[in-house]
């Protein structure tokens, strides 16, 4: 009979064999279609060379194989012997070189003149008016009255020497990015439990967990070569999904958990309980590694499975065996994304998915953890080094010896060197309304789409003396309202490294010249230093490569550590390197996890258990706005405000044309709209006109609106995390009644295509 482990290498060498032949038959398709019956490519697309780099879509991180004719790109394939997606990719992987080349393209500078419109000006004229901008306001309002918005979608070395020129060469104090909209609640969460904003876990884990827990998460989507890897694992795990929505990912689980929006806290707290009552903990991890442990047991004996019952929607029952599920685990794993993120009391849902991991010992050990997934390309990069929130690399701004550490790894003056935090987002928002802030440089974002509550966010943007937007295309609904419009290169016209979810440093190359003028953000960075008059101080900042070895610089001896990382140039070969990846004696295996030895960063080596009551949803729905509006992900083949992902005739082929909203049949028969026909959801604060899609995998009472079309963020409320200021997208009270004639959208009118 074959044990486990012959099984399992039975099963390593067939999926060893299928990548192989999968690799084999993808390079003899991209040099040969004829052979495969798809007409012969011109002789110019005929591939004479491959060079390998990671995907600039999400966090996954996946390899990508780039296929170049004259060292120009000509196609793309997943890297079969990539460890992250081991050949795989999901369709925005396959069509990332195609979204390069698009008409929109910002190919030169746009500065709007004194009469309001914009006209086509040389660098040179773009750089000068900006510097004498900004450098106007600052005079008459100080320094900290210019501020910047960026983003998790340029490379590290971009963000880091945008972080260090603003602040330390132009003198801003407030920079904040899109990682707020996305990721805060996440830092926050592992910071005051680990001591480090450190997600521990290795993609690894999702082939040998026997019980995966995903929380407010739809990978088979967001995540869909993750997804995979789910798929992979031999062990039959239990899947339990902890969503309101019967999403793809809960129709492929074990138990589905369709709690009511926001009731994730009490649901966890719940668990916790009925894992003590089941004694299923692991008392001397706790007693070795924790902190806080005692005070927790007493604090969830209020939460019986009959008051989780009341909160959550779910039977005593359910809960009870979603308990029994976790404690027959010898491998249990905590996954959650935005459900809880985005969230008004985030930061403690996601602690509470911390404190299940530790007191059952589910951590450090294969298959196990309290993983945060992250979502965009270099999310991981940004909560390192975008010297934002936290000063480079994850250290403090208020602490001088952090400070003087900074000032002198990169020689630079010490009272250069920022003492005061930045302001959060919202923050920044309500500084330009209150005219602290009125000059601002938005970077790799599009906020007048993807920020909470868009007609008060544009009312504020509009009260600025200046913005400058740097983007890839000149038609978002950000780059329009431009006053200067920087055209950038994107992921695939230049170069640097990305950090994925499971902090796998990956490299990215210039494998296509960008259009026009456009340039690269670490160029445009370069020329605001000039222009400004800094310049000096980011000498030796001369190329992403230096400011790699720059990064290691700041990173040694600190948790994300990656001085071990000698040659930037090899990280593709490596299957790139997760950190921390220290000089001396690196552990040099493909997948690691954080905490196997059971320490913490904290001082004392202890994780914490953090709690509190949960608080009551900001906007419960009433008589006059019944149901409860959740907002997300629509398709594998849309990315966020579609600026790319609308470009490629294959992936908007992938989801549905127009804009919907999934109704319950029974609310939808109860408000006569009929399947397909166009409707109008409204809030206190807005509306959006969208088609019906009738599905049952919606609760009734509830609605889900996918983020990609403009108006979903009309409706939103703008309520935030009280730690983490991140905003709570998935939750307010909406209404919705069929649409009238004059109200429908045109066949082409939706505010998506740009
Ligand atoms: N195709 C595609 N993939 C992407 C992206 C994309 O735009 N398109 N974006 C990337 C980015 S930046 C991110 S952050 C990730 C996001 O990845 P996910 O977080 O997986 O995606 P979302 O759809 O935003 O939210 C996940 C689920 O949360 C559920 N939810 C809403 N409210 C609650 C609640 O109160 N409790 C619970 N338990 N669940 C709730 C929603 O029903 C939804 O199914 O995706 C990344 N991947
Ligand atoms: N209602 C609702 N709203 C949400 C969410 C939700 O779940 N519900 N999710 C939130 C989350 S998690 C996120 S991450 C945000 C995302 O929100 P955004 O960051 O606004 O979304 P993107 O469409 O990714 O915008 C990235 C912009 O950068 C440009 N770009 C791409 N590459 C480059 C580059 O290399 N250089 C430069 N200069 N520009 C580049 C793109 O053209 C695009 O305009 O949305 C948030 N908004
Ligand atoms: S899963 Fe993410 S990283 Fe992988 S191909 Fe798709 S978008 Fe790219
Ligand atoms: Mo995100």
């Known amino acids: 009979m074959k044990t486990e482990s012959d099984r399992n290498t039975l099963i390593e060498r067939f999926a060893r064999f299928l990548r192989a032949r999968n690799g084999r038959l993808t390079r003899e398709l991209l040099r040969e279609p004829g052979r495969f019956g798809l007409g012969q490519l011109p002789a110019a697309k005929v591939p004479d060379a491959t060079t390998e780099m990671v995907c600039g879509f999400c966090s996954t991180g996946c390899g990508m194989t780039v296929h170049l004719r004259g060292g120009q790109a000509v196609n793309i394939s997943p890297t079969t012997d990539y460890p992250v997606n081991q050949g795989t990719a999901c369709p925005k992987g396959w069509e990332a070189l195609t979204v390069l080349d698009a008409p929109d393209r910002s190919t030169v500078p746009l500065l709007r003149g004194t009469d309001g419109r914009r006209r086509q000006v040389e660098w040179g ?3 000068t008016t900006m510097a004498s901008r900004f450098r106007s306001i600052q005079a008459a309002h100080g320094p900290q009255s210019v501020a910047f918005l960026s983003t998790g979608q340029i490379t590290t070395e971009e963000m880091a020497l945008l972080g260090a020129v603003a602040k330390f060469g132009m003198g801003m104090v407030h920079g904040d990015g899109n990682t707020r909209q996305c990721m805060a609640t996440a830092v926050v969460a592992y910071k005051n439990a680990f001591g480090f904003d450190a997600p521990p876990f290795t993609y690894q884990d999702l082939e040998e967990s026997d019980c995966i827990v995903l929380i407010g998460a739809n990978p088979c989507i967001a995540h869909p070569v993750l997804w995979e890897r789910v798929t992979r694992n031999p062990h039959s795990p239990e899947i339990l999904v902890i969503d309101p929505r019967m999403t793809e990912t809960a129709m492929a689980a074990t138990l589905h958990l369709s709690v009511r929006p926001k009731s994730d806290l009490t649901l966890l707290y719940g668990l916790a309980h009925e894992l003590l009552k089941q ?3 692991d008392g001397a991890f706790i007693e070795e590694h ?19 019952a009341d909160a959550t929607g779910l039977s005593a029952q359910t809960v009870r065996d979603a308990a029994l599920r976790i404690a027959r685990a010898r491998r249990a794993s905590f996954w959650w994304t935005m459900g809880v993120n985005q969230s008004h009391q985030g930061v403690k849902t ?4 911390i404190n299940l991991a530790l007191m059952t010992g589910n951590i450090g050990r294969p298959g196990t953890g309290a993983n945060s997934i992250t979502g965009q390309c270099n999310a991981m990069g940004s909560r390192l080094f975008s010297n934002t929130t936290n000063l480079l690399g994850g250290r403090d701004f208020t602490n001088p010896a952090d400070r003087a550490e900074v000032a002198a790894l990169l020689g630079i003056p010490y009272e250069r060197i920022t003492a005061q935090p930045s302001w959060s987002y919202d923050r920044i928002l309500d500084g330009v309304r209150s005219g602290e802030i009125r000059g601002l440089w938005i970077i790799a974002t599009n906020p007048a789409h993807s920020w909470i509550d868009q007609n008060s966010f544009r009312e504020t943007l509009a009260k600025l003396d200046f913005l400058v937007v740097q983007d890839m295309y000149h038609s978002t609904e950000t780059a329009v309202l431009a006053d200067l419009l920087l055209p950038a290169a994107g992921w695939g016209e230049k170069e640097g490294t990305f950090i994925n979810s499971e902090r796998r440093v990956g490299l990215i190359k210039k494998v296509s010249r960008a259009p026009g003028l456009a340039l690269s953000d670490f160029h445009i960075f370069k020329l605001a230093a000039a222009y400004y008059g800094c310049g000096a101080l980011f000498e030796e900042w001369d190329s992403p490569e230096s400011v790699f070895q720059i990064l290691k610089r700041l990173s040694a001896g600190r948790p994300c550590d990656i001085t071990g990382i000698a040659d930037y140039r090899a990280l593709d070969q490596a299957g ?6 220290p000089s001396e004696n690196p552990d040099l295996s493909q997948e690691r996890r954080l905490f196997a030895d059971g320490r913490f960063y904290h001082s004392d080596g202890r994780a914490r258990f953090l709690f509190e009551q949960p608080k009551d949803l900001p906007e419960p729905a009433s008589t006059s706005y019944p149901f409860q509006l959740l907002t997300g992900r629509g398709s594998a083949a849309q990315w966020h405000t579609q600026t790319r992902t609308a470009k490629s005739d294959v992936l908007r ?26 409707v109008v959801v409204e809030s206190r604060r807005g509306s959006a006109v969208v088609r019906a899609f009738v599905t049952p995998t919606i609760p009734t009472g509830q609605i889900f609106l ?3 079309d403009g108006s979903t963020n009309l409706l939103t409320l703008a309520v935030f995390d009280p730690e983490s200021r991140q905003p709570a997208y998935k939750a307010c009270a909406v209404r919705i009644r069929a649409a009238r004639g004059e109200e429908v959208r045109g066949n082409d009118n939706t505010s998506t295509s740009h």
């Not at 924790?290 to 989780?308: I, L, M, P, S, Y």
């Open 350 to 353: 996601a602690q509470a998915a």
């Open 706 to 708: 996918p983020m990609h």
């Open 290 to 308: 924790t902190r806080g442990f005692d005070e927790f047991a007493a604090f969830v004996q209020q939460f019986d499975a009959d008051r989780v």
């Open 576 to 581: 790139g390197v997760q950190w921390p990846y």
């Open 279 to 281: 004694n299923a903990i």
């Open 653 to 678: 082929k992938l989801h549905p044309r127009d804009p919907y909203v999934e109704i319950h049949p029974v609310d939808a028969k109860a408000l006569g709209l009929t399947p397909g026909g166009w």
């Open 125 to 127: 004229e773009a750089m």
